[in-house]
C-alpha cells in the first residue's frame, strides 16, 4: 500500500558550514578544521579512505559549522566498517554516530544516508523515519537538492503498515533539530589542523577520540553526489 510522506513544518536550523549550491568549495589551505577538512577531501579523492576518515574526524571535533565533516567522518567509517577486519566494530559504531548526530542537527546529506543505511539493514521504521526527514527538509527544499531516487523513497515508505506509518509521522512532527555545539578537538589532532603543508604519511594523525555523544546512534553508507 501506498503513502503520501507529509509536508511537516520543521524548521531546520543549520549552521553556515554548507555551500549556497551543490557544489563543493575548492579547499584554499589555511589552517584547523579547514586544513583537516581539505585534507580529509584529498585523501577521499586519493581512494585512501583511513586516513580520510582520520582527518574528517579531526574536522569534526570542531563542532558546530562542520556538518559536513561529520557526514564524511560517518561515511567513511561505514565503508571501512563494511571492509572488515578487526576495527569493523568500531568504525560501524562511529559511523552510526557521526551521522546521527549531524543527521539530528537537520543535515540532509546525512538523513538520507540513514535511511539509505536503515533500509539496507532491514529496519523498516527507521528507514521511514529518516526518509521523512530528509523530505522534509526546508534546506535542501529550498537549495532543489535531489539524494533519494523516487523509486527508492516509494519502496521505503511501502515497506510499512498505515498504523506503523502514521506512529513514525508522529515522531518526525516532533522532531526538532539538535545543533552541534562548537567544539575543541584533542591533541591527537595537532598535525592535522596546522597550515595547509604537504605531508608524509608517517605524519598522520592518530586515529582521533570521537566527540562526546549529544545523541543516540544511527547510520549510512558513503553515497554519490555533494554531501552540501
Known amino acids: 500500500m501506498r503513502y503520501s510522506l507529509p509536508v511537516l513544518a520543521l524548521a531546520l536550523g543549520l ?3 554548507g555551500s549556497t549550491n551543490d557544489q563543493a568549495p575548492a579547499f584554499r589551505g589555511g589552517a584547523g578544521g579547514d586544513a583537516a577538512y581539505g585534507r580529509g577531501l584529498r585523501a577521499l579523492d586519493g581512494g585512501n579512505i583511513e586516513q580520510a576518515n582520520e582527518y574528517f574526524a579531526c574536522a569534526a ?7 559536513v565533516a561529520w557526514y564524511y567522518a560517518g561515511t567513511t567509517a561505514l565503508d571501512l566498517a563494511e571492509a572488515g577486519g578487526p576495527d569493523a566494530g568500531d568504525y560501524r559504531e562511529d559511523g552510526e554516530f557521526y551521522l546521527t548526530t549531524s543527521g539530528n542537527a537537520g543535515w540532509g546529506a546525512s538523513q538520507a544516508a540513514l535511511a539509505r543505511y536503515y533500509h539496507d539493514l532491514g529496519n523498516a521504521e527507521e528507514a521511514v523515519y529518516w526518509t521523512m526527514l530528509y523530505t ?3 534546506r535542501e527544499m529550498s537549495l ?3 539524494r533519494m531516487e523516487t523509486d527508492l523513497i516509494t519502496e521505503i515508505r511501502d515497506s510499512v503498515s498505515a498504523q506503523t506509518f502514521a506512529e513514525i509521522q508522529g515522531r518526525a512532527v516532533r522532531f526538532v533539530p539538535e545543533p552541534i555545539p562548537a567544539g575543541r578537538p584533542g591533541e591527537e589532532c595537532n598535525a ?3 597550515g595547509d603543508r604537504e605531508r608524509e604519511s608517517s605524519d598522520r594523525p592518530q586515529r582521533p577520540i570521537r566527540p562526546q555523544r549529544t545523541s543516540p546512534p544511527g547510520s549510512p553508507r558513503r553515497q554519490p553526489g555533494s554531501p552540501y
Open 61 to 67: 571535533q570542531f563542532g558546530g559549522g562542520y556538518e
Open 144 to 146: 532543489g537538492l535531489t
Open 136 to 138: 522534509n527538509n526546508v
Open 15 to 17: 549552521a553556515a558550514c
Open 192 to 194: 592535522a589542523i596546522q
